[in-house]
């Protein structure tokens, strides 16, 4: 730069080769000379937005959108802002403002379906890749989007052809190539699923995400020795990861599922499915259920009277019992158990057309189970009748805050008897723990609270997370969140997972704080609920 007034482009060259100082002095030398410049004022905006000072950038975007309300850029990096700071419905609005000053943008096409997508709108959101992708074909990034949104859809097998073209344009594309192996495990094909998270691995050796979904991969091929390497591995890189954690607990804890007899010996989860399928079930219906299990739910099915039940289930000894299970109560004309995954059933074949009941339990004790979002979309969208029955429809989590001292002492498992046994906490259940609330010892220090709300009849994000002030109303040691749901199996029959019936298999869970907290009534503990693809988690707010 020279002792000549600076330009516009020396600025944006400075910040470009990323020389922030010299940005802002010529930025700042150019709004000397005019305060209302909206290109300085601009990349004075982009400057205060890398440093991490998004209030400053923002009014600075504010600023310059006042001085040149033509020019897109500047609505693209306030959209680009609010998409950073989870602000999804004001960035789609930054979006829109762009493409009405110039809709021929292929990115602010992209960007805008980022922001729906976030939004859970995702065939919104596919038509704006659709729309970049045809004023840009050869774009990577957008055929990855795309793939992103049809996966979010449940039409994986298109999915996957976006993500191929993706790696067609830009070959080491490794978000692309992670999209692709997350769909190739959805439909249930782990070989090739494995193969595309290990090119990922080998791209990107820190590429988290990846080694879990190689780990998750060679867990379903029953490969137990190549899945535990695999997620050891990626301890090795990020020992404190929570999804690192919650997969090798999960692959760990799924080596014993001790939980299939109490599960059909719940009287009240097994009234609420009945009545349920009751209500639902006609002479002339054909059942859908997920999950096989013991055969149960199939069963009543076809006592209520159903034409036919087809019911699916991956684990091969499951099945095999399941179908013996059908073939003792006399119901083997009526009802196929087919060892597939759901996503791997063939129309014609395993099920002679859409179903006109779906039934589901792919529950676990905190609720939502791995990728269960993506597999009932998956199932609504080609599997079932539009307007058939869903069984359930609904689920609304709530909480409480507790305080919990005998499950605390062995949550994470550490020194017992002087002894250190922590290398035993790789047993313990995945990212909560049960809690009886009837029987173990627990003092609420909180009342109830509605934490998140789902609803299976239709496309939900596969993330989200809700902020919760909660007002403390005893004096304790919070340890965590107790947490619990209700299912509505329809409009009128619901499953209350609260229930203290000692036949209650799933009771509750809890999720500890690390560190516990001690609190007063009248203290206010600010709580964020989450879930995604696998689980719900609870964590204090920073």
Known sequence: MTDATPTINDAIRAFRAGDLAAAERACRAILAADARDGGALHVLALIAASAGHAADAMDLLDRAAEAAPTDPSVFNSRGSLYYQMERYGEAEAAFRRVLALREDLPEAHGNLGNALKAQGRAAEAEACYRRALELRPDAPEMHNFLGGALRDLGRLEEAEGSFRAALERAPDYPDARYGLAEVLATLGRPEAAAEAFRAVIDAVPAFIQARVGLAHALHSLDRADEAIAAIDEARALAPDHPLVAFTRRLIHSNAVPGWHLPMINDTERNDAYRRAVERA??????????????????????????????????????????????????????????????????????????????????????????????????????????????????????????????????????????????????????????????????????????????????????????????????????????????????????????????????????????????????????????????????????
């Open 281 to 542: 079930v006609g002479p002339d219906s054909l059942v859908l259920e997920i999950g096989t299990g013991s055969g149960i739910v199939a069963m009543m099915a076809a006592r209520a009277g159903a034409r036919r039940v087809v019911t699916c289930e991956v684990n091969p000894v499951l099945a095999r019992v399941a179908a013996e299970t059908v073939a003792r109560n006399g119901y083997a004309d009526r009802i196929t158990v087919v060892p597939k995954l759901s996503t791997r059933l063939e129309m014609g074949t395993d099920l002679p057309e859409k179903a006109d009941v779906f039934v589901s339990e792919l529950i676990n004790i905190g609720m939502l189970a791995p990728r269960m979002l993506s597999v009932l979309q998956h199932a609504r969208t080609h599997l079932v009748k539009p307007g058939g029955a869903i069984i359930p429809r609904a689920s609304t989590v709530y909480a409480m805050l507790v305080d919990a001292p005998e499950l605390a002492r062995i949550n994470p498992v550490g020194t017992i008897d002087g002894f250190d046994m922590s290398a035993m906490d790789v047993f313990r259940s995945p990212g909560y723990a049960q809690i009886d609330l009837g029987a173990d010892v627990h003092t609420p220090l909180s009342d109830p609270f509605t934490a998140l709300e789902f609803d299976f009849t239709r496309n939900m994000p596969e993330e989200g997370r809700r902020q919760i002030a909660v007002p403390v109303t005893a004096a304790g040691t919070c340890h965590g969140v107790a947490f619990w749901f209700d299912l509505f199996m329809d409009e009128e029959v619901v499953y209350h997972s609260a229930s203290r019936a000692r036949t209650n298999h799933w009771k509750q869970a809890i999720a500890f704080f690390d560190p516990p907290l001690a609190v007063q009534p009248g203290d206010t503990v600010r709580v964020v609920a989450r879930y995604d693809a696998n689980q719900i988690t609870f964590d204090r707010a920073e």
